[in-house]
Structures are given as structure tokens and as C-alpha cells.
């Protein structure tokens, strides 16, 4: 996969995971997840990302995710590198919402 490809709308992340063929992480602190999540998400804090690396499945598609993209396009190119089908969520958890999707909770601003 190219780098041309790393970003997913979140449409195509969210019809990924309703069908069972992405897990969404979501790569925020901590006081972000808590204030708000994509339901279905599972949490791994970028600080974190490289010690629970191996709670990162190999056998379907990962979506990052966080607040606006930056960071869990990071996190994408990093475990791409290692051979895992790696997105970033395009504009992340604020397109999220911005695309009507569902999300509990609010987008935290720190």
C-alpha cells in the first residue's frame, strides 16, 4: 500500500467496521478517550502505541484514529512499516462527527 492511500474517509472506516473488517484504535490521551469515543474503538494512547504494539491485530485492517488526523497518521506510516494494513482516519474524530457518525460523547480539545 503507498502512502498515497494511508487516509480513509470516515465512511469507508465506518462501513469497515460494521462489516468486521477494521478495528479502529484510537491514539488520544487519555482525557481525550475518556471525554469522547467512535463507538467500538479500541483505545492505545500514541505514548503507549509502541510497548502494546502487539495488542494491534495482524489479521484484518487497522483504522488510527484521533482528534484531527495528525497523530494517528503517524501512527499509520509507523505500523505500515511493519507489515500491517495500516489507515488514518481522514480528519479524524472531528470528521467523525462531522460526518454524522456515531460517537459518544464529545471531542475533547486537549
Known amino acids: ?6 487516509e480513509i ?20 490521551t487519555t482525557a481525550e478517550w475518556d471525554a469522547g469515543r467512535i463507538p467500538g474503538a479500541t483505545h ?20 488510527f484514529s484521533c482528534k484531527s488526523g495528525g497523530r494517528s ?13 495500516a489507515r488514518s482516519l481522514a480528519g479524524g474524530a472531528h470528521a467523525w462527527q462531522d460526518a454524522e457518525l456515531p460517537f459518544e460523547g464529545v471531542v475533547a480539545d486537549h
Open 1 to 6: 500500500m503507498a502512502d498515497t492511500d494511508i
Open 9 to 28: 474517509t470516515p465512511q469507508d472506516a465506518s462501513a469497515a467496521l460494521e462489516a468486521g473488517e477494521a478495528v479502529i484504535i484510537d491514539v488520544r
Open 44 to 63: 492505545i494512547p500514541l505514548d503507549e502505541l509502541t510497548s502494546r504494539a502487539g495488542e494491534v491485530p495482524r489479521d484484518r485492517d487497522v483504522v
Open 73 to 85: 497518521f503517524m501512527a499509520a506510516q509507523a505500523f505500515r512499516a511493519s507489515g500491517v494494513n
